[in-house]
């Protein structure tokens, strides 16, 4: 697998393109993967995608799409053309949905290409709760909805899932170790816990079986951005030591 470098996925989440190329500028060198979500997407558009790429850093499109099968692979195409070295979709879109995304991306970047991007699914959103759940007719506790929907993504042919560190036993127990699992809500020591509820280090993370880590305000909050992420990565290169 990767090093650590590759490993950190630094959140973008900035309004705009001035402030995203004050990140960018710093960063590249210490993070390996700038995520892109839908409020910069929607505001700067590919612009910003480039704008990563070309200080070195590469994109992960994180506008979960969730539409007809049709509409998701053609999206998904686009996605690939950006460049993106990973991209994600809603698990609850359903199999066919994925498999008809992972299909369109095997025909025209198959599997083995170093430019194919990493297909991700959102199991269940974190912000979601079983009455969340219940408000929309799913009657099942989180806890099976989420090694649930990985199942299908992993049988749809997608690589991996984002889900919280606390979730990862639950995943890897369905669909084994050939399977990346990207979690948000992390916090080293040196941060603020900020809105994050449930909150794993960086080391436990990855000890946890995490194959990649969403980390934004620890490093953009920094005084020294690119020294919080060096002592992230450091923290990370320790524990993928062990
Ligand atoms: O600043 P912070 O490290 O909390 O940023 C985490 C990033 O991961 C944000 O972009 C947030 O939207 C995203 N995220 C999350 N929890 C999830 C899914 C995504 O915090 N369950």
Do not use: W
């Not at 001035?18 to 993070?31: I, K, N, Q």
């Not at 979500?37 to 480039?50: A, D, H, I, S, Y």
């Not at 997608?158 to 916090?187: H, K, N, W």
């Amino acid at each position: 697998m990767n090093s650590a470098r590759q490993r950190l996925i630094f959140a973008l989440d900035v309004d705009n393109l001035a402030d995203a190329r004050g990140l960018d500028d710093r960063l590249p060198g210490h993070v390996g993967v700038f995520k892109i979500g839908k409020q910069l997407f929607t505001r700067c558009g590919p612009e910003v995608v480039r704008l990563v790429q070309e200080r070195g850093g590469e994109g992960f499109l994180d506008l979960k799409y969730h539409d007809i099968p049709n509409t998701v692979a053609m999206a998904g195409l686009e996605a690939l053309r950006l460049g993106v070295r990973m991209f994600n979709v809603h698990a609850l879109g359903g199999f066919e949905m994925m498999a008809k995304l992972v299909a369109a991306v095997d025909e025209v970047c198959p599997r083995g290409n170093p430019d194919r991007p990493i297909l991700l699914a959102v199991t269940t959103l974190t912000s979601s709760t079983e009455e969340t759940l219940r408000q929309v007719g799913i009657d099942r506790p989180i806890s099976v909805m989420v090694p649930k929907l990985a199942r299908l993504a992993k049988d749809a042919g997608m690589d991996g899932v984002v889900a919280s560190p606390q979730e990862v036993g639950l995943i890897r127990d369905v669909c084994g170790d050939d399977f990346l699992v990207v979690t948000p809500g992390v916090r080293p020591a040196f941060a603020s816990q900020d809105d994050q509820q449930r909150i794993t280090t960086p080391a436990d993370a990855l000890r946890s079986g995490a194959d990649y880590l969403v980390i934004g305000r620890p490093i953009s909050a920094a005084a020294d951005p690119a020294l919080a992420a060096d002592m992230i990565l450091q923290e990370m290169q320790d524990a993928l030591a062990e």
